[in-house]
């Protein structure tokens, strides 16, 4: 343009459109060198994180069976006590008790 300074860069006006052209089509290259190295992380990233989900649900399976063993035995426990109670408390039931002053 007249009047302004010139800094020395010249740009030819004719290559313009081939020079973005080039540069698309640089830029859809590097996009498909990159897309299995992108698919590859991809699929590593899932593995690893179903691999962390099974481990995660494992763990929760384990306590699970744990709790439940413990709660069996505890269970099983009080089973005993109440029957050995029941064997004792049993002949001390008298024909003339009164229902009604027998405790819990």
Do not use: C, H, W
Not at 14 to 20: F, H, N
Not at 27 to 36: D, F
Not at 74 to 85: L, T
Not at 89 to 97: D, E, F, H, M, T
Request: aromatic share 2%.
């Amino acid at each position: 343009m007249p009047g302004e300074p010139n800094n020395g860069i010249q740009v030819n006006l004719d290559l313009t459109k081939p020079i973005t052209v080039f540069i698309e089509k640089a830029a859809n290259a590097a996009g498909i060198i990159y897309e299995p190295i992108r698919i590859k992380r991809k699929a590593k990233a899932e593995a690893e994180a179903t691999i962390t989900t099974i481990k995660a649900e494992m763990r929760s399976a384990n306590i699970r069976q744990r709790a439940i063993k413990r709660l069996e035995i505890e269970e099983i426990k009080k089973q005993q006590n109440m029957e050995q109670i029941l064997t004792k408390a049993v002949p001390q039931v008298k024909a003339n008790s009164d229902p009604s002053k027998i405790d819990d």
